[in-house]
């Protein structure tokens, strides 16, 4: 393989912990990958990195992110947000703050999101985790959110029905 700028010969090297890998294509600034195969070109010092399984990748960084025990920063929000599909303003609206908000803090103006939009957003990642079906029932829920406050009214019935051991909403 040579180089795209100078068109030497590259070198082969795997990444290693004390020569890693920065993983800025993640948009997160502190990721680093080690065990990757990387050219590494030994005149203007380019490097390219062979990244297999990076949807695997992207999984294993979110679970980790959801499971990290402080507080998210806007760059770990952005990157769960983005990673599970949704926009900013229907996310912004799951969490119950304005896209305003969201946007600030995903852009590092706001530390984070308090504590309780922290969970919340931690829940909603990995409920998406779930599937395309339940990324759909968040996005239809955000939608709902977004609209324009209706007047209360009374509340509704709700009937439901048991259909061979298992309920179901009925009509």
Same mark, same amino acid.
Not at 6 to 11: G, H, I, K, L, S
Not at 28 to 48: A, F, K, R, Y
Not at 104 to 122: K, Y
Not at 142 to 147: G, K
């Given at each position: 393989?040579?180089?795209?700028?100078?068109?030497?010969?590259?070198?082969?090297?795997?990444?290693?912990?004390?020569?890693?890998?920065?993983?800025?294509?993640?948009?997160?600034?502190?990721?680093?990958?080690?065990?990757?195969?990387?050219?590494?070109?030994?005149?203007?010092?380019?490097?390219?990195?062979?990244?297999?399984?990076?949807?695997?990748?992207?999984?294993?960084?979110?679970?980790?992110?959801?499971?990290?025990?402080?507080?998210?920063?806007?760059?770990?929000?952005?990157?769960?947000?983005?990673?599970?599909?949704?926009?900013?303003?229907?996310?912004?609206?799951?969490?119950?703050?304005?896209?305003?908000?969201?946007?600030?803090?995903?852009?590092?103006?706001?530390?984070?999101?308090?504590?309780?939009?922290?969970?919340?957003?931690?829940?909603?990642?990995?409920?998406?985790?779930?599937?395309?079906?339940?990324? +759909?029932?968040?996005?239809?829920?955000?939608?709902?959110?977004?609209?324009?406050?209706?007047?209360?009214?009374?509340?509704?019935?709700?009937?439901?029905?048991? +259909?061979?051991?298992?309920?179901?909403?009925?009509?």
């Amino acid at each position: 393989m040579n180089c795209d700028t100078c068109d030497m010969a590259m070198r082969e090297r795997k990444a290693t912990r004390q020569k890693p890998y920065r993983y800025d294509l993640s948009g997160l600034s502190n990721v680093s990958l080690v065990g990757i195969t990387m050219h590494t070109c030994p005149q203007c010092g380019g490097e390219v990195p062979v990244i297999p399984r990076i949807a695997e990748l992207h999984d294993v960084l979110a679970r980790s992110l959801i499971q990290k025990p402080t507080l998210l920063n806007g760059e770990e929000i952005r990157f769960l947000r983005k990673h599970e599909g949704f926009p900013a303003q229907k996310f912004a609206a799951l969490l119950g703050i304005t896209p305003e908000h969201l946007s600030r803090v995903e852009n590092g103006h706001t530390s984070n999101l308090g504590t309780s939009a922290d969970r919340l957003a931690r829940a909603i990642a990995t409920i998406a985790k779930d599937g395309e079906a339940a990324r +759909e029932v968040l996005l239809q829920i955000a939608e709902q959110l977004a609209e324009p406050q209706r007047p209360v009214q009374s509340p509704r019935s709700y009937f439901l029905k048991l +259909e061979q051991q298992h309920w179901k909403a009925a009509a």
